[in-house]
């Protein structure tokens, strides 16, 4: 059963600062990953989706990257702006696609000016 | 402008009464998916369906219902909900092949 970690759960930065924030996962046999940004008590709003065979996604000032054989990706966060505060959560869907996506608990950061 | 529609987005009911959430999208999305969001258990798949007339159970189906008779609309039934359904269901949408997934703004259920 496929497992997906985040951690921390909480994270609090200055404002400017350059951060990574994490995501692993027990099954290599992934389909692909996005990473969301959830504001309280409002939906999910995907920010990147990386296929199996991508390496990384660009999208502003944020970069996603994945590594299949080691269960792991990142999420970088470029210059980081109180605006960036959310919660930031993973979720891998299995190989064979069109199926269930399983999410991680998601990491609330807080950029403090 | 592309969406996900949920209603209602509050409800507070009480046990044992039959209720229904909808959920419509306007994408021509093929999958559609219902989750709900708890404190410290994160988001669970409910249930989700492929196409009209397909659906599968996620990882957390009790005490739900689906149906998909049209492709734009997913509704969840909760035919006699009880406290721990309490909790914040997303609705989500996406091409089939799971791409960019779409969120609805969510429905806050509570049952007394």
């Known amino acids: 059963k496929q497992e997906v970690t985040q951690i921390p759960a909480a994270l609090s930065v200055p404002e400017g600062e350059n951060l990574v924030l994490n995501c692993s996962f027990t099954d290599s046999a992934i389909y692909n990953l996005q990473w969301f940004r959830q504001d309280p008590g409002k939906g999910l709003t995907s920010l990147l989706l990386i296929q199996s065979s991508q390496r990384e996604q660009t999208s502003g000032r944020l970069n996603a990257s994945l590594d299949k054989s080691s269960g792991r990706s990142t999420l970088y966060i470029a210059a980081s702006q109180p605006g960036d505060s959310a919660t930031y959560l993973c979720a891998v869907s299995r190989t064979g696609a069109n199926s269930k996506l399983t999410f991680g608990k998601g990491i609330t950061l807080s950029v403090r000016p | 402008e592309a969406q996900v529609t949920q209603n209602p987005r509050y409800l507070i009911t009480v046990t044992g009464k039959k209720l229904t959430v909808t959920c419509s999208q306007n994408?021509?999305?093929?999958?559609m998916s219902w989750y709900r969001q708890d404190p410290g258990l994160g988001l669970r798949q409910i249930y989700y369906?492929?196409?009209?007339?397909?659906?599968d159970k996620g990882d957390v189906p009790e005490g739900y219902k689906v149906s998909r008779k049209e492709k734009r609309n997913f509704p969840l039934i909760l035919e006699s909900p009880s406290p721990n359904q309490t909790s914040l269901y997303f609705c989500?949408?996406?091409?089939?092949?799971?791409?960019?997934?779409?969120f609805g703004e969510g429905s806050r259920l509570t049952v007394l």
């Open positions: 994408m021509n999305h093929e999958y």
């Open positions: 989500a949408s996406t091409i089939l092949g799971i791409g960019e997934l779409f």
């Open positions: 369906s492929m196409n009209v007339e397909v659906t």
